[in-house]
């Protein structure tokens, strides 16, 4: 994980945030006197709410465990993308 400080963030801020979507990885930016924080690109946080949302339900985490020993033990069935949308 890279880490900047605010002086440094500020001075090449576009080039940290590209880096930061280019490479998927979060930024910490650490504040003198103050608590650190983190960059992430939209796309990461978006993928982080949908976990957590997913995982809120006891209900959808199990299905999910269902479906991944479904899988392992051959019990899914291949469909092309577009049939998802039928």
Not at 41 to 65: C, G, Q
Request: glycine share 4%.
């Amino acid at each position: 994980m890279k880490t900047t400080n605010y002086s440094e963030l500020r001075n090449n801020m576009k080039d940290y945030f590209d880096a930061v979507i280019a490479d998927c990885e979060p930024l910490i930016v650490h504040r003198s006197g103050k608590e650190s924080v983190v960059v992430i690109s939209l796309d990461e946080y978006n993928a982080i709410k949908e976990t957590e949302y997913l995982t809120s339900s006891p209900v959808m985490v199990e299905r999910i465990k269902q479906a991944e020993k479904d899988i392992a033990e051959g019990k899914g069935k291949k469909i092309k993308l577009d049939e998802l949308w039928k």
